[in-house]
């Protein structure tokens, strides 16, 4: 049986401008996950370079202090990102716009403060290769101080480090493995709030997750209207597919986690799946033909 994912993508960031529903995200170039033991074609939950977290008297992370840490310290040289001989090492396309939706400027703040759309729509072009033959990218984030030009390596996996808005997606998604359904939805709740045109890290993991979590609590009625809403969003029907695929995978992936044997698991995903059809206006029987078709 297909691994489920723990993070799906959008299909393309222009779909942000229009808050449409998910996809499946591109493959990345590397992965290296204590999160996803087994990384599909289709793309993987990962936290790359994130390092060990610090833990209280319970084990747990101390979320705070871990997002605190990721303020780079002060570099007598150049820093990453600031000339094309010192680009900022990052992972495919999407492993760019993440790290310049990220980015700060002199006074701390964060002009895109996570946004996908909006670092997509900060890229200048390309302005060749460097020493590693590697093609880099010009993006220019609005700053207080000016304009602020970001030099990126989108081939420099091996190096790519991860970004704030990556890290605080791990920490919501472990927390949702590990029961933690409602503060997941609040945080989830809290940025769809944001904005229609806004696309995050967060808000890709929230998206077909929020479905399970909502129920898990009880919340029926509030996990089925967000169902509807991003079925309802989908461009056309194998993506409305491929949606409702991510969130009975999702709930697959929390059952695994507790321990549900394969049989179990099956039998809910099934009478789910039916159950979620009617909120999705999804053919079933044309679903699974897809399903066939399309493994993963």
């Not at 979590?213 to 209207?225: N, P, T, V, W, Y």
Request: charged share 30%; glycine share 10%; aromatic share 6%.
């Amino acid at each position: 049986m297909r691994r489920p994912l723990l993070l799906l993508a959008l299909v393309c960031l222009p779909c942000c401008k229009t808050a449409t529903g998910p996809g499946r995200a591109e493959a990345p170039a590397a992965t290296d996950s204590p999160l996803d033991p087994t990384v599909t074609s289709s793309g993987a939950f990962s936290s790359a370079g994130a390092g060990s977290p610090r833990t209280g008297r319970d084990g747990r992370t101390d979320d705070r202090q871990r997002l605190a840490d990721l303020r780079a310290p002060a570099s007598a040289g150049s820093p990453p990102g600031s000339s094309k001989e010192h680009p900022l090492p990052t992972c495919d396309t999407h492993g760019s716009y993440g790290a310049v939706a990220d980015a700060e400027c002199e006074d701390g703040s964060r002009p895109f403060d996570g946004d996908l759309a909006s670092a997509k729509g900060a890229r200048r072009g390309s302005v060749g290769t460097d020493k590693d033959g590697h093609v880099i990218d010009l993006y220019e984030v609005p700053c207080p101080e000016g304009p602020k030009e970001i030099f990126v390596d989108m081939y420099a996996c091996e190096r790519a480090q991860p970004t704030r808005s990556k890290i605080e997606r791990d920490i919501y998604v472990r927390g949702f493995l590990a029961g933690e359904h409602a503060r997941l939805s609040e945080r989830c709740f809290a940025e769809d709030a944001r904005g229609p045109g806004r696309m995050s890290l967060m808000l890709q993991a929230c998206v077909p997750t929020m479905p399970t979590a909502l129920r898990e609590q009880g919340k029926l009625s509030e996990a089925h209207a967000w169902l509807a809403r991003w079925c309802a969003g989908t461009a056309d029907e194998r993506e409305r597919w491929s949606y409702f695929r991510n969130v009975l995978d999702m709930l697959d992936v929390l059952r695994e986690e507790q321990g549900r044997s394969a049989g179990d698991r099956a039998a809910e995903r099934k009478q789910l799946a039916r159950e979620y059809a009617k909120v999705c206006e999804v053919d079933l029987k044309a679903f699974e033909a897809w399903v066939k078709d399309n493994p993963g």
